[in-house]
């Protein structure tokens, strides 16, 4: 089983900041199998980014994604009022996923 | 747009069997796509559990396999979840999603989810 782990846990920010989210994975994972997704409180997760660096439908380009191996990132631009949320990153290999346990972008 | 809606008993006693039904609309499920079931435990991280492919294939998340079975409804449009032997552990807000990516692997529409709550 691959594990995810995410920092750091709270990332306390100003609106217009930039964000960077750490996942780094216990041993090595497809770029084409790490996604990102947010979560507001009370919502299901959103998908914000599949295969490691492409965005999904709909999501601004302020988010993107990088990262290989084991190591990735999801980079946060110019933070917006609804950016503060929780984020978790989430792989796919040997036919079972896995989900960090989560950074919240908090207002500082 | 596709839209899952779960539904099943808000509350389950401990040592009983959990089932969840996922029905799905605005998408005929028997005509591609994979489907999941994921689940959050009050306060927690994000727990894959299961997911099952339009023509019935099956992924379980190894330390759940033992007690979890899903199984998909062409018919009905609907996929359901059944978790045997359930315990306080089990509380969680239960979420269903499409699988999507023939070459990647995530969940691009989610239901709005449902809270589980196991007690006697």
């Known amino acids: 089983e691959i594990v995810l782990t995410q920092s750091p846990g709270t990332l306390s920010l100003s609106p217009g900041e930039s964000a960077t989210l750490s996942c780094r994975a216990s041993q090595s994972v497809s770029s084409s199998y790490l996604v990102w997704y947010q979560q507001k409180p009370g919502q299901a997760p959103r998908l914000l980014i599949f295969g490691a660096s492409t965005r999904a439908t709909g999501i601004p380009d302020r988010f993107s994604g990088s990262g290989s191996g084991t190591d990735f990132a999801l980079t946060i631009s110019r933070l917006e009022p609804e950016d503060f949320a929780v984020y978790y990153c989430?792989?796919?290999?040997?036919?079972?996923?896995?989900f960090g346990q989560g950074t919240r972008v908090e207002i500082k | 747009q596709v839209q899952l809606q779960e539904s099943g008993p808000g509350l389950v006693k401990p040592s009983e069997t959990l089932s969840l039904t996922c029905t799905v609309s605005?998408?005929?499920?028997?005509?591609?796509?994979?489907w999941g079931w994921i689940r959050q435990p009050p306060g927690k991280g994000l727990e894959w559990i299961a997911s099952?492919?339009?023509?019935?294939?099956?992924n379980y998340n190894p330390p759940l396999k033992s007690r979890v079975t899903i199984s998909i409804d062409t018919s009905k449009n609907q996929f359901s979840l059944r978790l045997n032997s359930v315990t306080a552990a089990d509380t969680a807000v239960y979420y269903c999603?499409?699988?999507?990516?023939?070459?990647?692997?995530?969940?691009?529409?989610w239901g709005q989810g449902t809270l589980v709550t196991v007690s006697s």
């Open positions: 605005h998408y005929s499920i028997g005509s591609g796509y994979s």
């Open positions: 989430q792989q796919y290999a040997s036919s079972a996923v896995s």
């Open positions: 099952v492919s339009y023509i019935g294939n099956t």
């Open positions: 999603a499409r699988r999507a990516g023939s070459d990647s692997y995530y969940f691009d529409f």
